[in-house]
């Protein structure tokens, strides 16, 4: 990491924080790891430098989405909290206790899915965006290398003595 984000590229950036978040310590009984966050933060910032304007356009996108996400998770797990919560509540009586936990299975297993679909159509929309970015880049390079071609046409593009 003694390397600056101009000699890096983005895709060494990138899979540098991609080694960290995989080698990082698990938490025990979940999908979560433990990372450092001052790491996490200086990678975000080597990526920063290393983005052009229009890439940076389409972060701005991505963060979008990715509250969007953290807004569905926050509800997927108010949700999740609450059926606990409702089913923990519903203990005095057997018959009680086991429609409450089938009912609680039940809104877990929706809120998982829904938390799935959302985060799939956000993954489909950031995708979609990146597509239309990359077609407008490519647009672009294509009329600077046409124009390029037309100065050549010029009759003073290159100096020959006469």
Do not use: W
Not at 53 to 63: I, S
Not at 96 to 104: F, K, Q
């Amino acid at each position: 990491m003694t390397e600056s984000a101009e000699n890096l590229g983005l895709a060494t950036i990138l899979k540098e924080l991609e080694e960290s978040i995989t080698t990082a310590s698990r938490v025990p009984l979940s999908n979560k790891v433990l990372v450092d966050g001052e790491a996490i933060l200086e990678y975000i910032d080597k990526v920063y430098a290393a983005l052009p304007e229009e890439m940076k356009q389409a972060q701005r996108v991505l963060e979008h989405s990715d509250k969007l996400l953290e807004t569905v998770e926050g509800q997927s797990k108010r949700i999740i909290a609450e059926a606990r919560e409702q089913a923990a509540q519903m203990t005095e009586e057997t018959e009680i206790y086991r429609a409450a936990t089938e009912r609680a299975e039940t809104m877990l297993a929706q809120a998982e899915r829904a938390s799935i679909q959302l985060r799939h159509e956000s993954i489909l929309y950031c995708d979609d965006v990146l597509r239309q970015l990359e077609e407008n880049i490519e647009r672009m390079l294509n009329s600077i290398h046409k124009n390029r071609e037309d100065l050549k046409s010029f009759k003073y593009y290159s100096l020959e003595e006469e």
